[in-house]
């Protein structure tokens, strides 16, 4: 832990609310009503080669996750996009992570806030995959959390809210002293939904089977996968899935933003190959990132 760099003490700077400032400055009150009633909405995105990768599609996801949340961004899309990218150039990124945020601030304390201001900033920092380049030759380890997915009309699912991860550190916090590397989260049915981060997909007889994202997140890098794979031939089904047909599923992955292509050995008493279909699609999503 003594080696680890504390986010809010690093060197360069971000965008903050228009202007480019000292990342050291870029601070927000305590009384902000996004601390308190989780009114804030963020994106991930990673950088290859000094290149956003679907800047477009992240920073159109930041405003429809904002505006489900009932905020306004006072910035356009294009102010973003190219806010996102002269960081990069100025904080001299080459591959790393980029995390825009938008929140209510201070203007207003209590539960209603329509005068709240919101609030945007913009970082980034180089970063590898997320759970390291060891575990995407052996698979990961991953134990079924407590904490389940909502339903739909208990939150506002489609949203990337940061209200929506509070669970999410809760399973993963769960799981990793018993050396997990992450959590398998259900919904609230007891059907498969995702990991803390990331979604996933089960090979079963050559067939890639994903479930349907009717109440987490529709992945970008979900998509970009689900693309790559129809390209590679291979079917790709989105339905239904209980945990019982794990015991009938050679291979197991991860995609999202951070983890991009992570290979699963091992959940609860199940283990996986790290096969030929994961091992494909691996290949080619990291093509695919570190096109022109």
């Given at each position: 832990?003594?080696?680890?760099?504390?986010?809010?003490?690093?060197?360069?700077?971000?965008?903050?609310?228009?202007?480019?400032?000292?990342?050291r400055d870029a601070k927000l009150h305590v009384l902000s009503h996004a601390l308190h009633y989780g009114s804030c909405v963020f994106e991930g995105e990673r950088?290859?080669?000094?290149?956003?990768?679907?800047?477009?599609?992240?920073?159109?996801?930041?405003?429809?996750?904002?505006?489900?949340?009932?905020?306004?961004?006072?910035?356009?899309?294009?102010?973003?996009?190219?806010?996102?990218?002269?960081?990069?150039?100025?904080?001299?990124?080459?591959?790393?992570?980029?995390?825009?945020?938008?929140?209510?601030?201070?203007?207003?304390?209590?539960v209603s806030a329509q005068i709240a201001q919101t609030h945007v900033a913009i970082a980034t920092w180089p970063w590898p995959n997320l759970f390291g380049d060891?575990?995407?030759?052996?698979?990961?380890?991953?134990?079924?959390?407590?904490?389940?997915?909502?339903?739909?009309?208990?939150?506002?699912?489609?949203?990337?809210?940061?209200?929506?991860?509070?669970?999410?550190?809760?399973?993963?916090?769960?799981?990793?002293?018993?050396?997990?590397?992450?959590?398998?989260?259900?919904?609230?049915?007891?059907?498969?939904?995702?990991?803390?981060?990331?979604?996933?997909?089960?090979?079963?007889?050559?067939?890639?089977?994903?479930?349907?994202?009717?109440?987490?997140?529709?992945?970008?890098?979900?998509?970009?996968?689900?693309?790559?794979?129809?390209?590679?031939?291979?079917?790709?089904?989105?339905?239904?899935?209980?945990?019982?047909?794990?015991?009938?599923?050679?291979?197991?992955?991860?995609?999202?933003?951070?983890?991009?292509?992570?290979?699963?050995?091992?959940?609860?008493?199940?283990?996986?190959?790290?096969?030929?279909?994961?091992r494909q699609l691996m290949e080619d999503y990291d093509s695919e990132v570190r096109k022109g």
């Amino acid at each position: 832990m003594a080696d680890i760099i504390p986010f809010d003490d690093r060197a360069g700077d971000m965008w903050l609310d228009g202007e480019f400032v000292p990342w050291r400055d870029a601070k927000l009150h305590v009384l902000s009503h996004a601390l308190h009633y989780g009114s804030c909405v963020f994106e991930g995105e990673r950088a290859y080669s000094k290149r956003i990768f679907k800047l477009e599609e992240h920073t159109e996801r930041l405003f429809e996750s904002a505006a489900q949340l009932d905020m306004t961004i006072p910035f356009t899309a294009t102010q973003i996009n190219e806010a996102c990218k002269e960081l990069i150039d100025r904080q001299d990124i080459i591959d790393g992570y980029v995390r825009p945020v938008a929140w209510r601030g201070s203007e207003m304390m209590g539960v209603s806030a329509q005068i709240a201001q919101t609030h945007v900033a913009i970082a980034t920092w180089p970063w590898p995959n997320l759970f390291g380049d060891e575990n995407r030759e052996r698979g990961i380890r991953m134990k079924t959390s407590k904490w389940r997915r909502p339903s739909p009309n208990t939150a506002p699912v489609k949203a990337k809210a940061a209200g929506l991860y509070m669970i999410c550190p809760l399973s993963r916090h769960s799981v990793e002293p018993d050396g997990y590397d992450d959590a398998l989260m259900l919904d609230w049915r007891g059907q498969i939904a995702e990991a803390t981060g990331a979604n996933i997909f089960l090979a079963q007889n050559g067939v890639l089977h994903t479930p349907t994202p009717d109440c987490f997140l529709d992945g970008i890098t979900r998509r970009t996968v689900m693309d790559l794979a129809r390209k590679r031939g291979y079917e790709v089904v989105e339905r239904a899935i209980m945990p019982e047909e794990l015991s009938k599923t050679d291979e197991v992955f991860l995609t999202g933003t951070a983890a991009e292509v992570t290979p699963v050995g091992e959940i609860d008493e199940h283990n996986f190959q790290v096969g030929p279909i994961t091992r494909q699609l691996m290949e080619d999503y990291d093509s695919e990132v570190r096109k022109g």
